[in-house]
């Protein structure tokens, strides 16, 4: 969405729930699909005496996002109540953090744009506060009542807030997609947006280029899906520029976006904003964080995507793509690091070009371009996640290190390939040699092999000496065709061009 | 032969242990004393003689086994707002009265471990919202003193039942002065703990940063007894402090020589009851004669605790109290619109006067534009009271001041002033906002030949040397002894 006239600004508040064993207050476990209220505790329900006790897993979880945006873990926070009555709120308040939250400040690094040179851009982070969910009200299957399921209260959640950095929605979903690999990576969420763990409030407005003043945002609510968000933000933006482009002005609301028909719904207007009360919670003692604690987990943090998509630029010279896409989400690049590993293992043969300043350099193009080709591909094919790949690692650079020794041709390999991926065979090897697959190399063998090429294809052999390159490749081809593809291509093109004297 | 209903926990004790008498036999004791007596007190409301003489034979086993403590085969009763499994828990108002509990706060696991007899509930001010008990739904409790005046509040139930001689100790909770100030009025030793002591897990909150569960006793001796029983970390509260458990009859036979008393200029200022005033004289008088010396001592923001303490503890309510919601349990009202509706007359018809008072105040105070000018200036008030305090330790090791400013009153005196009614815990309540301990014991007849108390504040954890003042004190005189016409 984009206009000449209108300036977009957009901030994000995400909403991502913590893995840890228990809820934040209570010793319940949050599994999700357990049937209705059976994970809900004295605690969770709100009995009367009861108190929460704060899950030190959580806060782990918050020091390590603090660490990995590069924010400040606040020494001292404050758990707060936030008061409103609700039927699924049980206490009717929510414990979470107000005036000092868990995290201040910190960045992100977004890529928005495709291709091998997306721009870069920063999203400052205003804050991140622990808190605790809300169970669920179901307005269905009641006859006019409403169900309500406490299973959820009491499940941790990290919120996310974003200064109002964004300028366009493409921006918003790629700083959204960024903070979800970022949550996924660390460990601290699973990330499962269907599920509710991962969700997300925009708050948009709009404003002419060039004025200073943010114009009045509207903030859409629970965007729980990539595609929702781009949708209703770009809705949003039509439609907050159409209404100020018809002399109406745009006043402070909450929105609801209906992925049904597209479209953004007022819920409440600033006037019946809630006065929630928030004050510090005297069931809870300040959480004090060490110098040392900090270190701790600091110590324990794996390396952050940022930090290792350029260490795969300087020290593999992949592409800024290649190592965008190795490194947008931990399992993709644990995948391509444990291939690579492997690999280098079993030990990289000949390096033919000069392209190749090393070994490893070499065998990490390999691995990316399979991991990125081959893999990739057959995975969104028939729609399954990495970790559910027939494919492991180990199997992969069995492929690979075959065709880095030239015991096969880039084509022989992609059989294989399917054939493992079919769940035929326990690896490359066992494949190559049932099928008899393993490249001809022998100079005398591809010698003969040519000249009856040359012998059978008279027709290409006066049209390539007419000056036509295209019969070469006929010829190469026909070669290939009749070795099943186990010729070696650079050898059957080297001896065509001699025998051709081309 | 020990008489049952003035013995001393460790007379008691010793009887069961004797098989001079069985549990069962102490418990059906008390319970038709309960019988008989309380319809004119209106203490209790709930007793299940089941449940009583159950437990009591599982004490008399334990005692049969070789294997009893100190509190095995003791009855005891609770404040109404204590969980306790399968018993109600009304906290004195119509929005819980069908509530049963399930579960035991933290305070009755260990007083159940410790063997110890569930005689009933006792009734308290809604909520442990008020000076009288004439706050409750299930009606005013009566002093045992005199039928026609207040036992205090809110554990006025509490003070009741153990200055009838209903039941040999009682638990109740102080928020402000809830547990001395009952004790005051009823000629009784009560002791609030230093907060954190006593774990809040299962006691229904008022003000969670003030509540403490604390013990009710005849004497000082007994009070120790329980309180040794009653603490100890729990990691449910997170306000629950972890130190080493503590025997608080260890040092009760000390010396008082060279005990430095210091009596603060501001409680001793006008305001207080001329018989109020002689009383406190001559017990000071009592423990100069033991060696102790005593120093005037300034607590300049005493003044401030009143309105510093009615900012806090509504603000703290009036959050706490909005899980009465009529939604998962508790009372709702039979007829609402919608939603809305539904909260509205739920909390309405469930939450007496005083509660909803606080309420009010409470949601004031908290409201967005007046956080700041009220609750973190009542904050900021609360820090500089407890700053007063650590300068008064300076100079002396216990404080000691009347626990109130009048003897008990009439029934109906305050019910329509609520300042007034406030205005009954002027001496308590600072003592809540530094969370000290502080402990009430009688000390006289005034007016009326009702009971004065005797307010000793010490440092943070030092009970022991609190009870330990109030023990060598009760040595010597014989006012913790006297017992209401007719409990005799």
């Known amino acids: ?502 | 032969m020990t008489q049952m209903h003035t013995a001393s926990l460790a007379e008691l004790s010793a009887a069961l242990n004797a098989k001079k008498f069985s549990a069962v036999e102490l418990a059906q004791f008390y319970l038709s004393r309960t019988e008989k007596l309380d319809g004119d007190l209106n203490a209790f409301i709930s007793t299940d003689m089941d449940k009583t003489l159950a437990m009591a034979r599982a004490a008399d086993e334990r005692i049969a086994r070789g294997e009893a403590g100190a509190l095995t085969g003791i009855p005891v009763a609770y404040k109404d707002l204590f969980c306790v499994d399968g018993w109600r828990a009304t906290c004195g108002s119509r929005m819980l009265e069908n509530f049963v509990a399930p579960y035991d706060a933290h305070v009755v696991e260990l007083l159940n471990a410790a063997g110890m007899v569930t005689l009933g509930k006792l009734n308290m001010d809604e909520f442990a919202m008020g000076s009288s008990n004439e706050n409750s739904y299930f009606g005013a409790v009566k002093n045992p003193w005199d039928l026609s005046r207040v036992p205090g509040g809110s554990s006025g139930g509490t003070a009741a039942v153990v200055a009838a001689r209903l039941a040999p100790v009682a638990l109740g909770t102080d928020t402000g002065g809830s547990i001395r100030q009952p004790a005051a009025f009823c000629g009784l030793t009560g002791l609030k703990p230093t907060y954190g002591r006593v774990s809040r897990y299962g006691v229904v909150a008022y003000a969670s940063s003030l509540d403490q569960a604390s013990p009710m006793a005849k004497s000082a001796e007994d009070c120790a007894l329980l309180l040794t029983a009653m603490t100890g970390f729990d990691a449910r509260d997170s306000t629950s402090l972890q130190r080493a458990a503590e025997d608080f009859s260890a040092s009760l036979n000390q010396p008082l020589k060279g005990l430095r008393i210091g009596l603060p200029r501001e409680y001793f200022a006008d305001g207080m009851d001329a018989d109020v005033r002689l009383a406190i004289e001559s017990a000071l008088a009592e423990l100069r004669a033991l060696g102790a010396t005593t120093v005037e001592v300034n607590l300049p923001n005493a003044a401030l605790s009143l309105p510093a303490y009615y900012v806090i503890a509504p603000a703290e309510a009036s959050s706490n109290l909005s899980r009465f919601d009529g939604v998962r349990y508790g009372y709702r009202a039979p007829e609402y619109k919608d939603l809305n509706d539904m909260y509205a007359k739920t909390r309405a018809q469930g939450f007496g006067e005083e509660v909803k008072r606080r309420i009010l105040m409470g949601t004031y105070v908290l409201s967005h534009g007046y956080y700041d000018a009220f609750y973190l200036k009542a904050q900021k008030i609360r820090r500089l009271i407890a700053n007063d305090f650590r300068a008064a330790f300076e100079h002396c090791d216990v404080i000691v001041s009347p626990t109130t400013p009048t003897v008990a009153f009439p029934l109906g005196d305050k019910t329509d002033d609520p300042v007034q009614m406030y205005l009954a815990d002027i001496y308590t309540i600072s003592s809540n906002l530094a969370g000290l301990p502080a402990m009430s014991i009688p000390c006289g007849l005034g007016q009326h030949n009702m009971p004065v108390g005797l307010q000793i504040i010490g440092p943070w954890f030092a009970e022991s040397t609190m009870l330990n003042v109030a023990h060598q004190y009760q040595q010597t005189s014989d006012w913790h002894t006297r017992l209401p016409e007719m409990a005799r």
């Open chain 1, 1 to 502: 969405m984009s206009s000449t006239k209108w300036e977009v600004v957009i901030g994000l508040e995400t909403h991502a729930q913590l893995r840890t064993q228990s809820k934040i207050f209570s010793d319940s476990s949050i599994a999700f699909g357990a049937a209705p209220n059976v994970q809900a505790s004295a605690v969770d329900i709100a009995l009367p005496g009861v108190l929460p006790v704060l899950n030190r897993e959580a806060v782990v979880c918050a020091i390590k996002f603090g660490l990995a945006v590069g924010g400040t873990v606040a020494p001292r926070s404050i758990f707060a109540r936030k008061n409103y009555f609700y039927p699924d709120l049980p206490k009717a308040y929510q414990i979470s953090q107000f005036e000092l939250p868990v995290v201040v400040g910190g960045s992100l690094e977004i890529s928005v744009g495709a291709g091998d040179t997306p721009s870069q851009k920063t999203i400052h982070l205003t804050r991140a506060h622990l808190e605790e969910d809300a169970g669920k009200s179901l307005h269905e299957d009641f006859h006019g009542k409403t169900g309500i399921d406490l299973n959820r209260a009491g499940t941790p959640l990290l919120e996310i807030v974003t200064e109002p950095d964004m300028r366009s929605t493409t921006e918003a979903v790629a700083y959204a997609k960024a903070l979800h690999a970022l949550v996924v990576w660390i460990g601290i969420c699973d990330g499962n947006m269907s599920e509710g763990s991962f969700r997300c409030d925009a708050n948009v407005s709009v404003r002419p280029f060039g004025q200073a003043e943010f114009g009045t945002r509207r903030e859409i609510k629970n965007l729980n899906s990539f595609r929702f968000m781009q949708q209703a933000i770009d809705y949003e933006i039509a439609w907050q520029i159409a209404e100020i482009e018809e002399g109406r002005k745009i006043t402070q609301a909450t929105v609801l976006f209906n992925p049904d028909i597209g479209e953004t719904r007022a819920m409440r207007s600033k006037e019946d904003a809630h006065d929630y009360r928030y004050f510090p919670d005297p069931d809870l003692l300040p959480l004090d964080i060490s110098r040392e604690w900090v270190d701790e987990i600091h110590a324990q943090m794996p390396e952050l995507p940022q930090a290792m998509k350029a260490r795969f630029c300087t020290q593999y010279e992949l592409s800024a793509y290649d190592a965008s896409v190795l490194t947008a989400s931990r399992e993709m690049a644990n995948y391509f690091a444990a291939t690579l590993r492997s690999l280098l293992s079993k030990g990289i043969g000949i390096i033919k070009s000069a392209e190749y300043p090393s070994a490893e350099i070499y065998a990490a193009k390999l691995c990316a371009n399979w991991v990125m080709g081959e893999l990739s591909a057959h995975l969104s094919r028939d729609e399954i996640e990495l970790a559910d790949s027939p494919l492991s690692p180990l199997m992969l650079a069995g492929i690979v290190s075959r065709i880095a020794d030239e015991t096969i041709s880039n084509k022989i390999a992609k059989e294989i390939f399917e054939a493992l991926w079919q769940g035929e065979g326990v690896d490359a090897d066992t494949i190559i040699d049932a099928r008899g697959l393993r490249q001809i190399s022998d100079v005398g063998a591809i010698e003969a092999l040519v000249d009856e090429v040359l012998a059978a294809n008279q027709k290409s052999v006066e049209e390539f000496r007419a000056g036509k390159e295209k019969a070469f490749n006929a010829l190469v081809g026909q070669a290939m065709k009749a070795t099943k593809g186990k010729a070696n291509p650079q050898q059957v093109t080297d001896l065509l061009r001699k025998k051709l004297g081309g």
